[in-house]
């Protein structure tokens, strides 16, 4: 049974615990609605006491998004939950901004959740990712030539940010709906293979399903959750590595002991610097595999008062036996 395969899930890796406030991105579609019925049953059969918002968004894109906005406001009112939407006209501002529709609605999405999380005094925010989108989210970054952490793909955690679907497969959340008798909404953009991820949902996948692996999504989660434990693994002896060699912390610096850092392994080195810059400014956007390459090359030569700046916010200086890592323009 569903219900409770996503509650021993959400127990085991205490994504919802007593007292939680918690805001869902819902947009009507099967994914969100089924997250939304079944968290509102667990507080209604009181397994876990927490409090639910609703977070809506019209991306003003398609004809039908009144009638998303309607039925998710018409879900909620009948569950006395409060819902808050947002409207934005996103091809005009994607235009305006100089950016891709569905890196404009991913940034107008996760700013408005996170605006509902302050406006409530919530403690995490929920998406409905589930299993089939991890794989697609693998696939994107290994096609892009990511690195070992993007093998990972969508975390169950991720500081305020839970995904209580992630382990069910979109089949399971279909049998679930129909069982239930809700017609969730359907999204028409998901249908439009000129996007780069309903490329991959859509062909790639049932592909590699029919000619190489019929079990791929179950397949690549089991990926996932591999690499998740060697990069906790990983984490926690870098931690460990960084007490070591830092000089001194601040808001707006990090000096490590330059004869230390060239001490260690180059695989280490890579994961030094990107645990700085992560602990500096709390991401590592932006910083690709020829920027820290560029950096241990620098350390390497240790000369003296010679600097880097991978993008405009940080600046990389060897000077008097020290890395510093400073943060500019911030």
Known sequence: MLEQKIYEFVKKHQLIENGDKIVLGISGGPDSICMLDILCKMVEKEQIDFQIFVAHINHGLRENAEKDEKFVEDFCKKREIPFFVKHVQLKELATMQKKGIEEMGRIVRYDFFDEIFEKTGSNKIATAHNCNDNAETILMNLFRGTGMKGLIGIEKKNRKYIRPLLEI???????????????????????????????????????????????????????????KEEEDYWQKEIAQIYEEICISYSEKEIILDLRKFNELEKVVQKRMIFYSIQKLFGWAKGIEKVHIDDIIKLCNNNIGNKYLTPNKHIKIVTQKKQLKITAVNC
């Open 169 to 227: 497969q979109r089949q399971e959340i279909e049998e679930y709906l129909k069982q239930n008798n809700i017609i969730a909404r359907h999204d028409e953009s998901n249908d439009d293979n000129s996007y780069t991820r309903n490329k991959i949902r859509n062909l790639v996948l049932p592909y590699l399903e029919k000619e190489f692996n019929p079990n791929i999504i179950t397949t690549l989660q089991r990926l996932s959750d591999i690499i």
